[in-house]
């Protein structure tokens, strides 16, 4: 298990992310999986929010 979000995953799971996360957590998830990034859920849910 690599621990990777996949676009795969998100949309497998977006009513779950919307609903306990928010918005803006589900458009960051989107972006990160379109992207290809390489980063978990956890990076992307729990960093710091900006002022």
Known sequence: ???VITLRDVVA???VVL???G???VLHCLLA???RRQ???LEIAL???RP
């Open 1 to 3: 298990m690599r621990g």
């Open 13 to 15: 799971n977006l009513g």
């Open 33 to 35: 999986a379109l992207r």
């Open 39 to 41: 980063t978990t859920f």
């Open 19 to 21: 609903r306990e996360f």
């Open 47 to 49: 960093r710091p929010k």
């Open 23 to 25: 918005v803006v957590c």
